[in-house]
């Protein structure tokens, strides 16, 4: 379950089409002061992390870690991605077109700050390495 101010944010952040340093200051202040609570409320910032194009500079770092915090220190056990954790953040990073650069960085950081982490989620993280190496690989020089 979402709270409503979160819900109601959603709704005018993605009305509006763009995501400004005062929403993600409110964010920050009112609406996510400890975090993000469930899952649900994850999956809403990655939905809104796929809906809206034009972001402040700031979302990037918020978003980042504020779900970071949320997978590896809020989830238990703390500090551990489990299997059935890394099974749904690997399904909600990927959803829609696949996942955007602030999901890619998402995967990574918790990869990278847990103590331990499944299979599933460092696999993620492989390909999405893999893939935007290739695609470096295409790109002719200047």
Not at 5 to 34: C, H, M, N, Y
Request: aromatic share 8%; glycine share 6%.
């Amino acid at each position: 379950m979402i709270r409503a101010s979160l819900e109601s944010f959603v709704e005018t952040v993605t009305s509006a089409g763009v995501i400004t340093l005062a929403d993600v200051r409110r964010l920050q202040r009112e609406i996510l002061v400890d975090g993000p609570e469930n899952r649900d409320e994850v999956d809403t910032l990655l939905g809104l992390d796929r809906a809206v194009a034009q972001k402040h500079g700031t979302w990037c770092a918020f978003a980042i870690q504020t779900i970071v915090d949320y997978v590896v220190w809020t989830s238990r056990p703390t500090g551990y991605v489990d299997h059935e954790t890394a099974s749904w953040l690997v399904a909600s990073l990927s959803a829609g077109t696949g996942p955007t650069p602030v999901a890619e960085a998402i995967a990574f950081e918790v990869a990278r700050e847990a103590e331990r982490t499944d299979h599933a989620l460092l696999a993620f993280v492989m390909r999405s390495a893999a893939g935007r190496m290739s695609e470096a690989a295409i790109q002719p020089f200047a």
